[in-house]
């Protein structure tokens, strides 16, 4: 893994579209959030979204000129698409391609192009570690969407197929999760409500250094392009204010992926 260098510019990005009907999720309504961010991961209709709020969801992100992401997950409504389902890397990329085309006809719908796909809660996290699953969906992803980037963890096996294939990709730093000694993210369904100046300290030291701080005390490098933290997390909407407010303190900008893979 290269060595981090201090950022002049970083993507932020954000889970949305994450309910289903009149079921709610979070304490924050997405509406809120988009003018606060640069890229929208949405549901796309397996582990959360719907016709109708996918459509809401990607007409918000147009109007306030946020990149359109497709967030596909395990098909697991009722687990919130964060518990592994046991099935074959086809079947995987079977459901994920189902998804995408769902999230892309409403971004042509409203005039946007897919910016990027996203793997969504535990389907992220078994991509992450399964080589033979990356290499599928990456190749996937060179025939159905050659030019679209997808959003991984550095030092992931998606990493590692999409380098390998061409295809491109924005690493990611989780704001509002812990990191382990090996530079993964703690995978969890429950952060409870994390302290927003704590979090944008976090993030401001891995902008300017590279390095996190893992649940055993130990600092690790996390290259990065793009931040990412979740609409469901209690407190969303206090968590990007003061890391928008911590980055612009730092001279550090806010900028669409496009514009960052270009510096």
Known sequence: MEKPVHLDAVDINC???EAFGCWRIG???????????SSAN????????????MDRTVRLAVEHGVGVGAHPGYNDLQGFGRRRIDATPLELVNDIAYQVGALREFARRHGATLQHVKPHGALYMEMAIDPEFARQFIAYMRVAAPSVFVFCMAGSATERAAREAGQPMIREFYADRDYADNGSIVFTRDVGRPDPAVIARKVVRACTQGTVTTVSGREVAVPFESICFHSDTLGAFDIVRHMREALKAEGIRIAPVSEIVKA
């Open 15 to 17: 889970d949305m579209g």
């Open 27 to 37: 304490d924050t309504d997405d509406a809120s959030l988009m003018g606060l961010i």
């Open 42 to 53: 949405i549901a796309a209709g397996f582990h959360a979204g719907d016709p109708n709020l």
